[in-house]
């Protein structure tokens, strides 16, 4: 059960990134915003999937957190893109968030 939640939870993360990209980087958002949300909910319902199989450890449940921090993040980035004031500090924001929760995810950084 935790590698269909694992391998869910990776495959929706590599997407989400592509997702972002495309919906940031294009002038017609619709499609791509909505499948951008679309894999928000699959990586929320598999990492907590995960956090059911493994017993709500700590570390993993701090990942859970910063994820949805950086879910807002992209949010606003896609938001202000869209009403033409870009926000480049969140960019910064972005990228530190996204390096954490992946060295978090395989173990980089651990306590």
Known sequence: MFDMFYEMHRGSWAILIVLFLITYFTKSQKISLM???????IMIVSGVGMLVTLNFPL?????????????????????????????????IVLIILLAIILMMGYGVISF
Request: aromatic share 10%; charged share 20%; net charge positive.
């Open 35 to 41: 499948l951008q949300r679309l894999f928000y909910l």
């Open 59 to 91: 570390q993993y449940v701090l990942k859970g957190v910063l994820a949805i921090v950086l879910i807002g993040v992209m949010e606003m980035l896609v938001a202000r893109k869209r009403k033409g004031s870009p926000m480049p500090m969140m960019w």
